[in-house]
């Protein structure tokens, strides 16, 4: 199945545009009568379709099918509105739109709102306009998103971290994933994507050529080089070092040295 693309809909309509604040915990279900974008300047809303659960807060966008079921949920009292739509093309499947906290979006959202509710001349044409601007929007941030520099952007924080704290014995994907505000899982994927290795392997390289450094620069023993750039023991960073390198720890450093 080819995967839903947010920059292919083409509106046939503008049905509604309406803004509301439904107190905490306020459930409902219902069938969505049109296409839904859902966005929340405030709060959180969880909407259950099909036994998975999307999210809609200050940094997601739902997007609900026209004659989908759902169950709604308010997690957090908040503003949000909601613009019905029907497309050229049937939408098929729900889904999150990241924001990425881009301002621009939300102003698109106040202008939509308010056009709608003056109803002054062309206000159709306005609202579709803005709405095309906030799907190109959301469109360009999910391109980059998926891109390399995006997905390293996601990643970065962590990233840095380990460069920083590479001596600390205790670097472990669960924690750098948490840092990265995902799932162990997820983290490991989208870090595979970026160094075409997992956490633990870039990590181990990492502090090989920072021993490579101390091996060429100081007179540090085998042992206090291990320990210095967070091997358990030197026996352990002579195995990974070679089979990193080809070469012993003693040896790169005779032959590094003979270089020049």
Same mark, same amino acid.
């Given at each position: 199945?080819?995967?839903?693309?947010?920059? !292919?809909?083409?509106?046939?309509? @503008?049905?509604?545009?309406?803004?509301?604040?439904?107190?905490?915990?306020?459930?409902?279900?219902?069938?969505?009568?049109?296409?839904?974008?859902?966005?929340?300047?405030?709060?959180?809303?969880?909407?259950?379709?099909? /036994?998975?659960?999307?999210?809609?807060?200050?940094?997601?966008?739902?997007?609900?099918?026209?004659?989908?079921?759902? /169950?709604?949920?308010?997690?957090?009292? #908040?503003?949000?509105?909601?613009?019905?739509? *029907?497309?050229?093309?049937? @939408?098929?499947?729900?889904?999150?739109?990241?924001? *990425?906290?881009?301002?621009?979006?939300?102003?698109?959202?106040?202008? @939509?709102?308010?056009?709608?509710?003056?109803?002054?001349?062309?206000?159709?044409?306005?609202?579709?306009?803005?709405?095309?601007?906030?799907?190109?929007?959301?469109?360009?941030?999910?391109?980059?998103?998926?891109?390399?520099? /995006?997905?390293?952007?996601?990643?970065?924080?962590?990233?840095?971290?380990?460069?920083? !704290?590479?001596?600390?014995? *205790?670097?472990?994907?669960?924690?750098?994933?948490?840092?990265?505000?995902? /799932?162990?899982?997820?983290?490991?994927?989208?870090?595979?994507?970026?160094?075409?290795?997992?956490?633990?392997?870039?990590?181990?390289?990492?502090?090989?050529?920072?021993?490579?450094?101390?091996?060429? !620069?100081?007179?540090?023993?085998?042992?206090?080089?291990? =320990?210095?750039?967070?091997?358990? !023991?030197?026996?352990?960073?002579?195995?990974?070092?070679?089979?990193?390198? #080809?070469? =012993?720890?003693?040896?790169?450093?005779?032959?590094?040295?003979?270089?020049?």
């Amino acid at each position: 199945m080819k995967k839903f693309d947010i920059s !292919n809909i083409v509106i046939s309509k @503008i049905n509604d545009v309406y803004g509301y604040t439904l107190p905490r915990d306020t459930e409902c279900e219902a069938t969505m009568e049109h296409n839904a974008l859902i966005i929340k300047s405030r709060g959180v809303s969880e909407y259950v379709i099909d /036994g998975k659960k999307y999210v809609a807060n200050t940094d997601n966008i739902v997007l609900i099918p026209k004659g989908t079921e759902y /169950g709604m949920y308010i997690c957090r009292e #908040g503003e949000c509105v909601i613009i019905e739509f *029907d497309a050229a093309e049937p @939408i098929t499947s729900p889904c999150e739109l990241d924001t *990425d906290g881009d301002k621009e979006i939300a102003a698109c959202v106040r202008s @939509i709102l308010q056009y709608w509710k003056l109803k002054g001349p062309a206000y159709r044409s306005k609202c579709l306009s803005e709405l095309y601007n906030l799907i190109t929007r959301l469109s360009t941030i999910h391109s980059y998103n998926h891109s390399l520099a /995006g997905k390293y952007r996601m990643i970065h924080k962590s990233v840095k971290y380990i460069e920083t !704290n590479y001596r600390r014995a *205790d670097l472990y994907t669960p924690d750098l994933a948490k840092m990265s505000g995902m /799932g162990e899982t997820y983290y490991r994927s989208i870090f595979i994507s970026v160094f075409s290795m997992p956490p633990a392997k870039y990590i181990q390289n990492y502090r090989v050529e920072k021993a490579k450094e101390l091996l060429v !620069n100081s007179d540090l023993s085998i042992d206090d080089i291990a =320990t210095g750039v967070g091997f358990a !023991n030197a026996s352990y960073f002579c195995k990974v070092f070679k089979s990193t390198t #080809g070469l =012993t720890p003693t040896e790169f450093a005779i032959k590094s040295k003979k270089l020049g």
